[in-house]
T-cell receptor
Framework: EADIYQTPRYLVIGTGKKITLECSQT?????MYWYQQDPGMELHLIHY???????EKGDLSSESTVSRIRTEHFPLTLESARPSHTSQYLC???????????FGSGTRLTVV | GNSVTQMEGPVTLSEEAFLTINCTYT??????LFWYVQYPGEGLQLLLK?????DKGSNKGFEATYRKETTSFHLEKGSVQVSDSAVYFC?????????????FGSGTRLSIRP
């Protein structure tokens, strides 16, 4: 079944650690996105990609980085986690304007 | 630029009440319009969509009509249930050349009392 997967669902990690949040989709979508969701629910675009080897920063400045080496895989990395990175991270992909986005279940990150 | 204004929450209703969540947008060109729903602890799910003027999207008893003249896409349901408690996001989606980004509203939290 075509879908989009995020791992882990929950992560508690110490300050200064390097972490990678995984996102994979089986739909063959070129366009993929990372959103950060604050406790007030608002979604902030932090990274996006329109295809392999294409990555762009989003509207909200983020210390994270992303890569897109394969169509199906769009991981997000934090080199040195800080408590201010505590948030929910949502990955999405799109097959085009009329289809909208398909979201993963999210990763809730807590940095202590 | 593109933007969306969504009814502020939280909205609290009794079961079987009528629901309206207002959404208006500004966008260049001709966007597709979406409503997404987020249940507690989960990612967003597509609830319904409309891709051209006067189209009505519907799903799970929810409806919304693409009103180009008023640039609106209000979400309605005739009789809400406790299971409808969630956060709802209005989202126009416009693609042009290679760019394709959805602009999300700020979300409306809906709570339904038994």
């Amino acid at each position: 079944e075509a879908d989009i997967y995020q791992t882990p669902r929950y992560l508690v990690i110490g300050t200064g650690k390097k972490i990678t949040l995984e996102c994979s989709q089986t739909m063959g979508h070129d366009k993929m996105y990372w959103y950060q969701q604050d406790p007030g629910m608002e979604l902030h675009l932090i990274h996006y990609s329109y295809g392999v080897n294409s990555t762009e920063k989003g509207d909200l400045s983020s210390e994270s980085t992303v890569s897109r080496i394969r169509t199906e895989h769009f991981p997000l990395t934090l080199e040195s986690a800080r408590p201010s990175h505590t948030s929910q991270y949502l990955c999405a992909s799109s097959g085009g304007q009329i289809y909208g986005y398909t979201f993963g279940s999210g990763t809730r990150l807590t940095v202590v | 630029g593109n933007s969306v204004t969504q009814m502020e929450g939280p909205v609290t209703l009794s079961e079987e009440a009528f629901l309206t969540i207002n959404c208006t947008y500004t966008a260049t060109g001709y966007p597709s319009l979406f409503w997404y729903v987020q249940y507690p602890g989960e990612g967003l799910q597509l609830l319904l969509k409309a891709t051209k003027a006067d189209d009505k999207g519907s799903n799970k008893g929810f409806e919304a009509t693409y009103r180009k003249e008023t640039t609106s896409f209000h979400l309605e349901k005739g009789s809400v249930q406790v299971s409808d408690s969630a956060v709802y996001f209005c989202a126009p989606h416009r693609s042009y050349s290679s760019a394709s980004k959805i602009i999300f509203g700020s979300g409306t939290r809906l709570s339904i009392r038994p």
